[in-house]
């Protein structure tokens, strides 16, 4: 289960003094097998976001720019959020793992630990309201016990710390499998988003007023 590290941070300029040195101690970890795979990519957006959305490992494009989500399953997310109503710029989107495993394989138990303390402080720095995880992979960092994706997607649940969190499919796995189970992934994923507007709506208004009770 996430360890929650809290920081006491009341502006913008703690907040990016935090990640920075959390950056530069990525730039220099070596924890893991595939630490030299490319760019090491860390999350981007507002640091004030009060939805952060977080997927598995950066893929070729990332690691070849340094940003996440921008290659074929990144413009895909793109599409949802604006249809979702959603500003990229206002949400903050990282990776549980911050190189890219070769072949793009899932990563190991030990290399997830390896990268354990920078999304830590992602997340404890950003403070969001919701977590919208995609895949198995993120979907396990932040409920450990879960097994299947299938279980869980859809599905309003609570971090060991209390934050909000709905899993749901990671955008590449729309992209895989035939026409029929592509159409039937984009149509689940796409009920997951309606919820996910659903949640965040209670939790935030869209004029940027946190509701209380």
């Known amino acids: 289960m996430r360890q929650l590290t809290v920081y006491d941070i009341g502006n913008g300029e703690l907040k990016v003094n935090a990640l920075n040195s959390a950056k530069e101690r990525c730039a220099r970890c070596k924890r893991c097998t595939f630490w030299n795979n490319g760019k090491y990519v860390w999350g981007c957006g507002s640091l004030d976001a009060d939805l952060m959305i977080i997927g598995e490992a950066p893929g070729f494009h990332e690691s070849k720019t340094g940003v996440p989500f921008v290659g074929k399953a990144g413009k ?7 249809a979702a109503g959603f500003d990229r710029r206002d949400i903050y989107i990282t990776n549980v793992v911050k190189h890219r495993p070769p072949h793009n394989r899932t990563p190991t138990a030990t290399e997830l630990k390896a ?3 920078f999304i830590d402080t992602e997340i404890d720095v950003v403070k969001p309201k919701l977590i919208v995880v995609t895949g198995l992979t993120s979907a396990k960092y932040m409920l450990p016990n879960v097994k299947r994706i299938s279980e869980v997607r ?4 609570k971090s060991g710390d209390g934050t909000v969190v709905i899993p749901t499919l990671h955008p590449a ?30 939790l935030k208004d869209r004029r940027g007023v946190i509701k209380n009770g």
């Open 173 to 202: 796995a729309l992209l895989r499998g035939t026409e029929e189970e592509i159409r039937y992934k984009k149509r689940i994923t796409w009920k997951d988003w309606k919820l996910i507007t659903a949640v965040f709506d209670t």
């Open 115 to 117: 990268c354990r303390e």
């Open 154 to 157: 859809g599905k309003v649940m």
């Open 76 to 82: 895909l997310l793109d599409k949802i959020l604006n």
